[in-house]
């Protein structure tokens, strides 16, 4: 069983609305990660927090905000979305954001769809 | 560009046999190496990861590296329908926090 906890498992929100993707680690790990993921398609990285701090924004559109209030806790903050963003949503953790460390380990994800 | 090319499958094997699951890599640079398996529906689970050229072994599944050649694959020994799924190579080229995904490759365990 993964010990990287997404919520919720299935989102459906319309254009206008504000939802969260929440994710928490019980590993001890410092480097959080969110990534998206459309069918038949490879895992695409999104955002990387190492130590609480963003590290890494792959040029990801405003209406998505990521938020690391610990270093257990990583949110994804979802504003006026398009139905092109429905996707698979998965967090994933590894020891730190260091090169040795980086074993990255998913979460289940959460299926969001766009409406 | 990196990248992290596999064929994308199906390949099919039959029941008891071998499977072998290739990617290359084009970065020169890259330092680790990781095999996720993904069911569909399912997030991606870490299978395997090596850093050194040659093989490391874990239960029936082996992980090859080549750097010189630049390939790493994975052997599935034994092989059970429950091994049927998507499986994803995924490489580190250097920035610490950035894996690179190859598409994947299906693999059918036929009984």
């Known amino acids: 069983d993964t010990e990287v906890t997404q919520t919720p498992k299935h989102l459906v929100m319309g254009m206008t609305n504000k939802k969260s993707l929440k994710c928490e680690q019980h590993?001890?790990?410092?480097?959080m990660y969110w990534y998206k993921q459309k069918a038949k398609k490879p895992p695409e990285l999104m955002f990387v927090?190492?130590?609480?701090?963003?590290?890494i924004n792959e040029s990801v559109p405003s209406r998505f905000s990521p938020e690391c209030p610990n270093s257990s806790l990583l949110n994804l903050h979802l504003h006026a979305l398009q139905p092109e963003d429905s996707a698979l949503y998965l967090c994933?953790?590894?020891?730190?954001?260091?090169?040795?460390?980086?074993?990255?380990?998913f979460g289940e994800g959460s299926w969001l769809t766009v409406v | 560009q990196k990248e992290v090319e596999q064929n994308s499958g199906p390949l099919s094997v039959p029941e008891g046999a071998i499977a072998s699951l290739n990617c290359t890599y084009s970065?020169?640079?890259?330092?680790?190496f990781f095999w996720y398996r993904q069911y569909s529906g399912k997030s991606p689970e870490l299978i395997m990861f090596?850093?050194?050229?040659g093989d490391k072994e874990d239960g029936r599944f082996t992980a090859q590296l080549n750097k010189a050649s630049q390939y790493v694959s994975l052997l599935i020994r034994d092989s059970q329908p429950s091994d049927s799924a998507t499986y994803l190579c995924?490489?580190?080229?250097?920035?610490?926090?950035?894996?690179?995904f190859g598409t994947g490759t299906r693999l059918q365990v036929t009984l």
């Open positions: 994933a953790s590894s020891q730190d954001g260091g090169l040795s460390g980086n074993t990255i380990y």
């Open positions: 590993m001890g790990h410092r480097a």
């Open positions: 927090y190492s130590y609480e701090k963003l590290s």
């Open positions: 970065d020169r640079g890259s330092q680790s």
């Open positions: 090596i850093y050194s050229n």
């Open positions: 995924a490489v580190n080229s250097g920035t610490a926090s950035k894996l690179t």
